[in-house]
């Protein structure tokens, strides 16, 4: 569909890193606004898009930033009710919001690679069959320094590239949207992926800080509120058995009696790592000999890998030698954020090279987000659409130096131990809050039994701990790419969102 183009502006050229500033106006933050239908379940379903920036300012007035957003809204007679409201963004830490916004919860997507009769030349853009804006309004925000956002200063970038700095200033940007849009009264979730989820954990707590009444958090492959684990040398190996074992069975890998049923398979090895598995690894050298012995021969049964190579480890298989083991016949390595995709085997010499990895590749969306923005949405600036890899001009003159992870300051803990503990506290400060979890079978990076132990030693007493919900999809760290597992995560938010009660909003303090 031809979009309607209601409002245009002028923006600010970014340079690198989302600095270097050429100052063109652009009016009271008012965004490009577009009007779309989109066909979910058969019947066409009207919208409206905004794409635009909202201005973070200090006490003092002063310009701090400038977020880059696109919302969608249904369209809807004024006196409605108010519909649910989702702000979402990816990790990185960096990334901008293309990956959710073209291939999850979008009205738009990108095609995925099944869909294409032949390789493509180019990539295309279909309608969103999934899409969330079904059951909930979207707000897809760039962090600063992502994306189209960007700091008014460079020196003031370093504020927005730290754990706590991220997160205080999406909550504001939450706070300027609700005000800026009158949506204060729509029920709030939050959702992010990977280091997102790391985002939306903390902002449990700010937003509570600043009673601003969140109803849902929605975390997809957790990724910070579990890498402290992956520093245990006793507990990360057993608990990324399981997606070791979903592994095997998608190569077909395991033994016949674990080739049958998956769930049942996984049941049998989640027992096992954090039962015979785990008070194998804190013996260590008081293991006998037998004990040993049993311990590689179940490591097998549970891997698919070859006991032979087992036993040479120290019973520890670590997510390079897992992938790089399990089709080594076939002369194929795994990914690790998807190890049902793989790639040619490099020479042992060579390390994990994360370019190389298939599971990373993704179907066309960073290609097809400005484009995107340009033709459908309207909004056509010559900026640089930032991610975390860096590619800004003028060139680093070292190599990754202008990668965002290089220059973000993630704190001693990296952010994880405090912001499951404020998500918590946030949790415990409103009752009604609640938490859903979605992880991929074969994410090798935030394997799924991590986040259900990090959960399960949370501290949270029965009625609260009910209020989270994990659920487990076959597929990598972004397990939505492909057309079920899509559908199948859209039924399960919708659930989730229609299910919960909308936070209320709290009493004003007397002032």
Request: hydrophobic share 35%.
């Amino acid at each position: 569909m031809v979009p309607s183009i209601l409002l245009t502006a002028s923006v600010r050229a970014v340079g690198q890193d989302g600095v270097g500033l050429t100052d063109q106006k652009f009016p009271d933050d008012a965004p490009v606004v577009t009007h779309h239908q989109v066909t979910v379940s058969g019947k066409p379903i009207s919208y409206t898009a905004r794409a635009g920036f909202l201005s973070l300012r200090n006490e003092s007035r002063e310009l701090k930033a400038r977020i880059f957003y696109v919302a969608y809204t249904l369209d809807r007679p004024k006196d409605a009710a108010p519909r649910p409201l989702t702000f979402a963004w990816n990790g990185g830490p960096g990334s901008n919001a293309s990956t959710l916004h073209l291939a999850l919860v979008g009205p738009r997507r990108a095609k995925a690679a099944e869909e294409y009769k032949s390789p493509p030349p180019s990539y295309e853009m279909v309608d969103n069959e999934s899409t969330w804006l079904s059951f909930t309004d979207l707000v897809l925000v760039d962090p600063v320094g992502t994306g189209y956002s960007y700091p008014a200063k460079p020196e003031y970038l370093k504020e927005f590239w730290s754990v706590p700095g991220d997160i205080d200033s999406i909550g504001e940007f939450i706070r300027l949207y609700q005000s800026h849009f009158e949506a204060g009264d729509a029920p709030l979730f939050v959702a992010g992926e990977s280091y997102g989820t790391i985002r939306a954990a903390g902002l449990a707590k700010v937003l509570a800080d600043r009673r601003i009444p969140l109803s849902g958090v929605i975390l997809i492959s957790m990724g910070g509120l579990i890498r402290g684990l992956s520093n245990n040398d006793d507990l990360a190996p057993a608990l990324i058995i399981p997606s070791y074992t979903a592994t095997a069975f998608f190569h077909k890998r395991l033994s016949a009696e674990l080739q049958t049923d998956l769930q049942a398979t996984l049941r049998q090895a989640e027992t096992w790592a954090e039962g015979d598995y785990a008070v194998a690894l804190i013996k260590g050298d008081r293991l006998s000999q037998s004990e040993r012995d049993s311990i590689v021969q179940q490591l097998a049964h549970f891997t698919g890998l070859d006991p032979t190579f087992i036993a040479k480890t120290n019973l520890r298989i670590s997510v390079d030698q897992f992938a790089r083991q399990l089709l080594r016949d076939r002369g194929l390595e795994l990914g690790h954020y998807g190890a049902n995709l793989t790639s040619k085997l490099p020479p042992d010499n060579v390390p994990y090279d994360l370019w190389s990895d298939p599971s990373l590749f993704s179907n066309g969306t960073s290609g097809l987000i400005v484009p995107y923005m340009r033709s459908e949405l309207g909004f056509k600036v010559d900026a640089r659409y930032a991610g975390p890899w860096g590619g800004g001009w003028p060139s680093p003159t070292s190599p990754r130096a202008d990668w965002t992870g290089q220059h973000w300051d993630f704190g001693t803990s990296r952010g994880s131990g405090n912001l499951a503990q404020d998500l918590v506290d946030a949790m415990r400060r409103r009752p009604t809050l609640r938490v859903f979890v979605a992880h991929g079978y074969y994410d090798l990076v935030t394997p799924y039994l991590a986040a259900d132990y990090a959960f399960s030693h949370m501290g949270l007493d029965p009625a609260l701990r009910h209020n989270v919900l994990l659920r487990t999809y076959a597929g990598g760290h972004s397990m939505y790419t492909e057309k079920p597992v899509r559908a199948q995560m859209s039924n399960d938010v919708s659930e989730f969102i229609r299910t919960t009660p909308p936070a209320k909003r709290p009493t004003p303090s007397v002032q």
